[in-house]
Nanobody
Framework: QVQLVESGGGLVQPGGSLRLSCVAS????????VGWFRQAPGMEREGVSC????????YYGDSVKGRFTISRDNAKNTVYLQMNSLKPEDTANYYC?????????????????????WGQGTQVTVSS
């Protein structure tokens, strides 16, 4: 129903910034909550951030609060993850996922099991 393509990953120095993009096709994102998840080698998939369909509610994992910002541009059918002050611990494959829901986002909602569709991932490497 919804196809998602992530982009914007790459290799950056600690303290640097990246902006990830998630572009949807096949349906409008207006009615979907969107989440960013990440998984590093040997680690479990972690919820990074989620944003409600309205864009008025957001959730951030404790490890990224104050450094990452999620936003959406419905006119472009795109969700962004601005990542600042990057740390080596942020190194992971980052995935975009959506859930067709107008519920307010929360920690309980922003888990991978709740998501309906996933992108292929984009690699972020933070290394000195």
């Amino acid at each position: 129903q919804v196809q998602l393509v992530e982009s914007g990953g790459g290799l950056v120095q600690p303290g640097g910034s990246l902006r990830l993009s998630c572009v949807a096709s096949g349906d409008t994102l207006d009615y979907y909550a969107v989440g960013w998840f990440r998984q590093a080698p040997g680690m479990e998939r972690e919820g990074v951030s989620c944003i409600g369909s309205s864009g008025r509610t957001t959730y951030y994992g404790d490890s990224v609060k104050g450094r990452f910002t999620i936003s959406r541009d419905n006119a472009k059918n795109t969700v962004y993850l601005q990542m600042n002050s990057l740390k080596p611990e942020d190194t992971a494959n980052y995935y975009c996922a959506v859930k067709r829901s107008r519920l307010i986002v929360s920690q309980r909602m922003c888990v991978s099991a709740n998501m309906d569709s996933w992108g292929q991932g984009t690699q972020v490497t933070v290394s000195s």
